[in-house]
């Protein structure tokens, strides 16, 4: 299953048409927000703007929000509205940028994990196993590895685990057993290169074969779980007393991560000390006890929300 977007003719903050996507559980969100008017917001995935748009709607006139998106591509859905600061930045330097623009401490952050339709409708993007194009899946063309490098370059092993737990690929270890063996053969640069190098040892339907295996190789070209981490991480860091975190993730990799460090306010270990018997104190408030997914309306008018979930926590 892709976390792809669904297509949204309208930007709803530049009323010009774009391929990027509807805003999946976009109420569920402003409610998870709290928003208050006068605040600072941060939508750290900003693609086409629709939760920015939703959130610009109840700021008023000293009201701020900073939108982070690494692909330079969505800078041009950007409003005309001063109450706007675009980082063209990966969401994991949040703490770094919000210093840069003086705005330390916020009163939300907000996070959308899925990936923007128009990143899918690009062939040369090389995400989408619809079409025939370089095997690149960089959100930030800024970046050198693309996903062609990680099949030249990756050992067996980490082929396997790469495939096994960011693809959950039920042949993990035969597919990076293939991959070597061809290699060696030929190189594997395109997506029907791949296609032909691995045909042998495809299970099942071949589109969600391949779509795992591909989200499994985009996950690691972006670094995407890493950047979570650090995002997660520094939400404590920069958010107010009562401000809020809210994220949609697609899958259950990213929902894991979010529900333990909402539950847990860090990845360390939190064992009492031995020597004090001071436990670590979780900064953040649990608000969604279970995530929230997308209502019968909701799922019949865009079927891509039916994977996402949504988490919320508040700071102590």
């Known amino acids: 299953m892709t976390d792809e977007k669904q297509s949204n003719p309208v930007n709803g903050l530049t009323n010009k048409p774009v391929s990027y996507h509807t805003a999946v559980l976009l109420q569920e969100c402003m409610t998870g927000l709290d928003i208050k008017p006068d605040g ?53 330097h949040l703490q770094r940028f919000l210093r840069l ?30 079409f025939d194009a370089a095997l690149d899946m960089r959100m930030d063309q800024r970046q050198l590895l693309t996903a062609a490098d990680i099949l030249k370059n990756f050992s067996e092993s980490q082929l396997h685990k790469m495939f096994e737990q960011y693809g959950e690929v039920t042949n993990a270890k035969t597919l990076a057993r293939t991959i070597v063996s061809q290699r060696k053969l030929a190189p594997i640069r395109t997506i029907n290169e791949f296609k032909l190098a691995v045909h042998t040892v495809v299970k099942g339907n071949p589109q969600k074969y391949f779509a795992q295996v591909f989200q499994a190789l985009r996950i690691e070209v972006n670094d995407e779980l890493g950047a979570l981490r650090d995002l997660l991480q520094q939400t404590t860091t920069v958010l107010k007393p009562g401000g809020r975190v809210v994220i949609i993730t697609f899958h259950s990799l990213e929902d894991r991560i979010v529900k333990n460090y909402f539950r ?26 279970k995530p929230i997914i997308a209502s019968e309306k909701e799922l019949k008018e865009n079927n891509r929300s039916r994977s996402a979930k949504l988490r919320v926590a508040e700071m102590k």
Do not use: W
Request: with cysteine.
């Open 101 to 130: 623009h003086k705005a330390s401490m916020v009163d939300g952050i907000l996070a959308d994990l899925g990936v923007s339709s128009h990143q899918f409708d690009e062939a040369e993007r090389g995400f989408s196993i619809r």
């Open 264 to 289: 847990d306010g860090t990845f360390e270990d939190t064992a009492i000390d031995d020597i004090y018997g001071h436990r670590f104190e979780n900064p953040l408030t649990v608000i969604t006890k």
């Open 40 to 92: 600072i917001y941060v939508d750290c995935t900003f693609g086409g703007g629709g939760h920015s748009n939703a959130i610009l709607k109840q700021l008023n006139e000293n009201g701020k929000l900073i939108v982070f998106d690494q692909d330079d591509a969505a800078r041009k859905n950007l409003p005309n509205d001063e109450r706007v600061i675009f980082v063209p930045q990966n969401f994991r």
